[in-house]
């Protein structure tokens, strides 16, 4: 009884970590949607940087090419995720540092409203990343646990247990960038 409970414990935390991870892909999804938006308001300003828009556009392409299975990923394939939705971000952080050399578009309605709108996505995004990793966490650990390895590793029936690898921040982000204009 204690095995085959063990055994159900640990899929409910599989299952867990497997939400928690669609949740995180729900909001760079969003992030995603908002972004073609975006840069069409910001394509009106004839003046504006071509390079930084060519970038973001780029860097939303890269990070859709890169999926992952959550139940089947290795550490290779994560932080090749991991590192197409950074670029994305430094992409669009270089976009809101030039935007801040035209008035006009700062003023724009549309501009606000989807400047507003990724803000909140990247909140989103850091909640659901925050959640992921405690599910890792709590999975990690139970799994993790003598007892319950051995009674995984007897009742398991194949199924595969092994370790779950969670967001970490990204190189130098523990520094804070310099803004010149």
Do not use: H
């Given at each position: 009884?204690?095995?085959?409970?063990?055994?159900?414990?640990?899929?409910?935390?599989?299952?867990?970590?497997?939400?928690?991870?669609?949740?995180?892909?729900?909001?760079?999804?969003?992030?995603?949607?908002?972004?073609?938006?975006l840069v069409s308001t910001?394509?009106?300003?004839?003046?504006?940087?071509q390079e930084t828009l060519?970038?973001?556009?780029?860097?939303?392409?890269?990070?859709?090419?890169?999926?992952?299975?959550?139940?089947?990923?290795?550490?290779?394939?994560?932080?090749?995720?991991?590192?197409?939705?950074?670029?994305?971000?430094?992409?669009?952080?270089?976009?809101?540092?030039?935007?801040?050399?035209?008035?006009?578009?700062?003023?724009?309605?549309?501009?606000?409203?989807?400047?507003?709108?990724?803000?909140?996505?990247?909140?989103?995004?850091?909640?659901?990343?925050?959640?992921?990793?405690?599910?890792?966490?709590?999975?990690?650990?139970?799994?993790?646990?003598?007892?319950?390895?051995?009674?995984?590793?007897?009742?398991?029936?194949?199924?595969?247990?092994?370790?779950?690898k969670g967001f970490e921040?990204?190189?130098?982000?523990?520094?804070?960038?310099?803004?010149?204009?």
């Open positions: 009884m204690w095995g085959a409970g063990t055994f159900d414990k640990a899929i409910a935390y599989q299952e867990e970590v497997n939400a928690q991870w669609a949740d995180v892909q729900a909001s760079y999804q969003r992030r995603m949607d908002l972004i073609p938006n910001v394509k009106g300003y004839a003046d504006f940087e060519t970038g973001v556009i780029e860097a939303r392409a890269k990070a859709t090419s890169v999926t992952i299975d959550p139940s089947n990923v290795t550490p290779d394939q994560f932080a090749q995720f991991q590192q197409a939705q950074d670029g994305l971000s430094s992409a669009l952080s270089r976009l809101m540092v030039v935007v801040e050399r035209y008035p006009d578009l700062k003023a724009n309605q549309n501009f606000l409203d989807l400047q507003s709108q990724l803000e909140g996505t990247e909140n989103r995004i850091n909640v659901a990343r925050q959640r992921y990793n405690e599910s890792v966490r709590d999975y990690n650990t139970y799994v993790r646990g003598f007892f319950r390895r051995m009674a995984l590793s007897i009742f398991g029936g194949g199924e595969d247990f092994s370790l779950r921040a990204q190189e130098g982000a523990d520094t804070a960038p310099v803004v010149t204009f």
